[in-house]
């Protein structure tokens, strides 16, 4: 046996699409001989429900109908061209069932409170990861398993948007996962989507799979994190305002998580601080090119050279200029303080002696900040 490497392998939403692409990615994870995968919802369908929500507050039943028939049909016709189990197809139904009574409820409630909207939306993630499931096991010997990350991924109950708790989180995979670490055994899970102390169902937010995934590489303290999706990595800078962009071969951690906040789309900017922690390698591959070599992100930073220019519309920028910084301390602390009142993230800050500017992104209170400056 070649010497174990834990791999966990994501899979976003365009890598999910239909049986021909789930299958492609499966292929991928075989080759991989990755021990987890984690998976988004297939692609469209976390908007769907979402969508949803909104439509079944309303009077007309036949709008949320739509929805939901265009979701189940989707989802038979993949486990149908996978050529799914009976088993299979029936642990499907159910899911579809609760999608269904989900939806009736908020229609006869006409609300959907952030805890149902989570566990709506979990059903995207919860529904493609059986897809992925019946698609590996052909593909492998190794028993492989679908398995319901609400078992590992702990959260607070902020729903919506849920803090993971990193300790409880390690101590879980521990328990359940081992048998991926000593390489006998695949888990199939679902990105995402976490769960309370309670086992109230949450979400980590939108684009939160690539979150999930590194969370778990971390708790399981494996290798390499492989996250796949359908563009070649990181790019030098944004490719639709500069052609001569091209795939950052390597990057450290800080930055890509300064790339992922200030532009690139591919990668959430969560998902580099559990890796980072846990100093396990990123690499972004793109599912349609498996052999490119895409991008690694580690902490080597031997390159002492620019990586990347990132660029980013509609931000604010602020001008700070007053006689009284000249020779003073504590001015900039009471600039920040302002900022901090309004919970105004500041983003990028540049200061000489008498001026200081600073640019935000979320300009909602930018109102109250000038009036307090
Ligand atoms: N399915 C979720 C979303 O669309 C999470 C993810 O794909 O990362 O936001
Ligand atoms: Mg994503």
Known sequence: MDSLKVIVSKFGGSSMKN?????????????????????????G?????????????????????????????????????LKAEEADLEALETLLGELETLAKGIHLLKDAPAKVMDRLQSLGERLSSPLMTVALRSLQDKPTENFDVR????TDD???????????????CQNHLLAAKYGNQT??????????ADGETTTLGRGGSDYSAALLAEGLGADLLEIWTDV?????????????????????????????????????????????????????????????????????????????????????????????????????????E??????????????SEVAVSLTIDD???LPDILEDL
């Not at 049986?19 to 692609?43: F, G, L």
């Not at 369908?45 to 739509?66: C, F, G, H, P």
């Open 19 to 43: 049986a021909e692409a789930i299958t492609r990615s499966a292929q991928i994870a075989a080759d991989h001989k990755s021990s987890i995968v984690v998976v988004s919802a297939t692609y």
């Open 45 to 81: 369908t976390t908007n769907q429900l979402i969508q949803l929500a909104e439509v079944a507050k309303q009077d007309d039943w036949s709008l949320s109908e739509r929805i939901i028939e265009s979701i189940k049909e989707n989802h038979r016709q993949i486990a149908s061209d």
């Open 151 to 154: 078992q590992v991924l702990r």
């Open 158 to 172: 902020q729903f919506g948007k849920a803090v993971p708790q990193i300790e409880e989180i390690s101590n879980l």
């Open 187 to 196: 888990f199939v899970t679902q990105g995402f989507v976490g769960a309370t």
């Open 232 to 336: 070649a990595g990181i790019a030098t800078t944004d490719p639709r305002l500069c052609p001569a962009a091209r795939p950052i071969g390597e990057i450290t951690f800080q930055e890509a998580a300064e790339l992922a906040v200030f532009g690139a789309k591919i990668l959430h900017p969560s998902c580099v601080l559990p890796a980072q922690r846990g100093l396990i390698p990123i690499r972004l591959k793109n599912t349609m090119d498996p052999s490119a070599g895409g991008t690694l992100i580690s902490s080597d930073d031997s390159k002492a050279e620019i990586t990347a220019i990132a660029a980013k519309d509609g931000i604010t920028a602020i001008k700070v200029k007053s006689g009284r910084m000249l020779m003073a301390y504590g001015f900039l602390k009471k600039i920040f």
């Open 338 to 351: 302002i900022f901090e009142r309004y919970e105004t993230s500041i983003d990028m800050i540049t200061t």
């Open 363 to 365: 300009a909602s209170r």
